[in-house]
């Protein structure tokens, strides 16, 4: 009932919503850089939103699978495959016994989501089973999955759900909850409490010119190339939270984005802050892709996390429905 | 009582007491983050206490299905902040909280690495700065920065020193480091920029343990200087 590692990707790790409750330890939530894929997939399983997931950077694992399994990939395109046979993002897949998970090349996207119908069989650590690279727990022994290792599965298929284990099925994520991926994407933003400390030039600036990831940027942050921006007068702030999507202005005037495995407080001016909609997309980037933020109110903001709820709850009626029919 | 809230995100707010490093200031944000965990609203993800500030961190949907009154969920947990500072005004921190937690450091130049720079810089002998380092009780002003991470203070003028130009890549795990009015021990192996005067053998952080940090915001921290030999003891037993 498990997964073999036959080849080590470049950071595969588990992740599921986050390790809530301890960032006032120091204990950031980690979790799934691309949350909405993790919750979509998981729901499409009829799993619960929060089962944890893989997620897979590029170049991508190679995975035997030494059970029958249900499984649904999102998020990233990298060409994926079962048996050499093409597999569609956004589907739940049927795997069975001794079929080989393998990837092409990298479509769209840079890291990619593997949900399994039952979810992962990981001890948490503080009630999630995100992996905690910088303290080395929580996830898979704390660490990225690599060639050898066995990730047992909670709930093998039973040979009877036949309709179970067809490749794939007949239902899939309809397009209007997937998030909208681009490569130089507009990542709508608010206010942060120093956006009033930057000079007005630097707003226009912040707002007009394109970013650029850097090279040096990974799941604490991304780093941003731009032509740097500058405060009116220097602020000197004492440390406190902060958060996933938090921009900061770093005193080389150049930006930063804190992502899933941010550090929990700073002390460097927030500028702005990328709403909770749009981090999906964000998570997706790699070096060299282009942002260009969009201002937003904050009423605007709520709107469209509740518009995604609304649509996410259509959805889990629906897989429930089908989850239901399969069983 | 001055005070500012403000959005951090869609998804969190802060209250802040004024941008300060003060233990009256600090006392204030620990009985506003006490309201919140003996009296959690539907919604509350967690609060995140600082030196001067609060955060909350909410789930705006939940906010919203509870508070349908207020336009935005920001606007319905600001309201709560607000009745819940009220309730802090007068509520007193429980004793428990002020424990104080002695802290073996060995001071030996192998792992006080920065030692003598600060010495040299404040024109005080290597025995002087571990006396004054030594000699205050401390408070956990905060958690942060890495898991177990204390952020102490506040300490002696005559130590008070910038962080290094070029933070070092990798600090080891234990060291004790001064940053300004401030003392801290990385609780982890990370880069860090803090001028590092000394090693506790204790683990700050500890995954297998239950309550996985040595300390949390409110305590008290006393250091004492252990030599090279009792530091390889103590290791041994701990770790």
Known sequence: MSLLFIQTGLLTTLQDLGRTGYRQLGINPNGAMDGRAARLLNVLLGNNENEGILEMHFPPPKILFETDAQIALGGADFSAGINSEPIENWRPIGVSKNSLLTFGAKKEGARLSLAVRGGFKIAKWLGSLSTNLKAKTGGFEGRALQKGDRLYLNREIPESRFAMRQRPLNYKISSHLIPNYSRSPKIRVMAGREWQNLTTESQNRFLRQSFFIRPDSDRMGFRLKGSPLQLGENVELVSSAVGFGTIQLLPDGELIILLADHQTTGGYPRIAHVVAADLSVLAQLGAGDQINFDLISLAEAERLILQFEKQLNRLKIGCRFKTYAEN | ?239
Request: aromatic share 10%; net charge negative.
């Open chain 2, 1 to 239: 009582m001055i005070y500012d809230i403000f959005p951090l995100g869609d998804s969190a707010l802060t209250i802040d007491f004024g941008n300060v490093i003060s233990p009256t200031i600090n006392d204030r944000v620990r009985k506003l983050a006490d309201v919140f965990s003996r009296n959690p609203f539907a919604g509350l993800v967690e609060v995140v206490p600082a030196y001067s500030s609060l955060t909350i961190f909410y789930d705006p949907v939940t906010v919203r299905q509870t508070c349908a009154e207020f336009e935005t969920a920001f606007a319905a947990v600001r309201n709560k902040a607000e009745k819940a500072l009220a309730q802090a005004i007068n509520s007193v921190l429980s004793k428990a909280e002020r424990q104080l937690t002695k802290i073996p450091v060995c001071y030996d130049a192998e792992f006080a690495i920065d030692l003598e720079f600060v010495a040299e810089k404040k024109m005080l002998t290597v025995e002087q700065v571990i006396r004054i380092h030594t000699e205050p009780v401390y408070r956990v002003f905060m958690i942060g920065f890495l898991p177990g991470f204390p952020y102490l203070g506040e300490v002696d003028e005559r130590l008070s020193v910038g962080r290094k130009s070029v933070p070092r890549a990798a600090v080891p795990q234990g060291s004790v480091g001064l940053a300004g009015r401030q003392t801290g021990i990385y609780s982890l192996e990370s880069p860090g920029g803090w001028q590092i005067v000394g090693k506790t053998p204790l683990l700050l952080f500890d995954p297998k343990n239950e309550s996985p940090t040595l300390l949390h915001a409110g305590d008290s921290v006393r250091f004492y200087e252990i030599d090279r030999k009792t530091f390889d003891e103590v290791t041994i037993n701990i770790h």
